[in-house]
């Protein structure tokens, strides 16, 4: 089964949408060889439907060895706090991962959120905490995560924490990233979805990068109702 088929079934089986652009799945990571790496965890199939329901996600060792995405981590804020979903009590979390010398990706990813917080009703962006996870946390510590993720939206969050702790995370949400390079300048090869988990920390919609912040403003209206 190849590369365009395997991520719509996976999400399909759990109950949960992906939306994205029509554009093709590539545009969604840093660099085209990132599409080698990325064969169990993501596709460029386009699903025009989104879920209604909210099915239950059971987060075992059984479905990671399955593959399935467990919207889970144990990672440092910008006070150098250890946090986990679990410390964002009623509210849905819009998670994706990059790095701060991410030239486009993130940038782009950041600011498209920024303009789903701005035309969100109030209260419905008070409901959303938007989290940005680092691929780099050799780099990237938690006080220049926050200090980043800032710069686009005072309401959003960003994570790092050992490179043990960013691998869990990683594993968990399926998402893939690789060093790229030698010496300080090196890049980050990494995947860019964007991951909307309810209250009940069920994974409810999944973002590629591309999709416009009107398509996710339009979503997350639906779903935070």
């Known amino acids: 089964m190849n590369i365009k088929s395997m991520f719509p079934m996976l999400l399909a089986s759990m109950g949960v949408s992906l939306v994205m652009a029509a554009t093709d799945m ?3 990571m840093e660099h085209e060889g990132q599409v080698k790496t990325t064969v169990d965890q993501h ?13 239950q996600n059971d987060h075992s060792s ?11 981590f144990s990672l440092q804020n910008g006070a150098g706090k250890l946090v986990s979903e679990a410390d964002f009590a009623d509210s849905y979390l819009l998670v994706s991962f990059g790095f701060t010398h991410c030239p486009y990706t993130c940038p782009t990813i950041l600011s498209n959120w920024a303009k789903v917080m701005a035309e969100l009703p ?12 680092t691929v780099d946390p050799e780099r990237d510590t938690p006080q220049m995560m926050e200090d980043y993720v800032r710069k686009f939206d005072e309401r959003f969050v960003g994570l790092s924490g050992s490179t043990e702790q960013v691998a ?8 893939s990233y690789e060093k790229v390079g030698a010496g300080s300048d090196y890049m980050i090869q990494h995947t860019g979805f964007n991951y909307l988990i309810s ?5 409810v919609a999944v973002f590629r990068s591309g999709t416009s912040p009107e398509q996710m403003t339009q979503v997350i209206r639906r779903l935070l109702k």
């Open 43 to 55: 596709s460029g199939h386009n699903m025009d439907t989104m879920a209604d329901d909210h099915k």
């Open 26 to 28: 590539d545009a969604s």
């Open 199 to 203: 209250p009940q920390r069920e994974l």
């Open 168 to 175: 869990a995370a990683a594993k968990n949400f399926r998402v």
């Open 62 to 72: 059984q479905d990671q060895d399955s593959g399935r995405i467990i919207p889970q």
């Open 122 to 133: 109030v209260a419905m962006a008070e409901r959303l905490v938007p989290i940005l996870i």
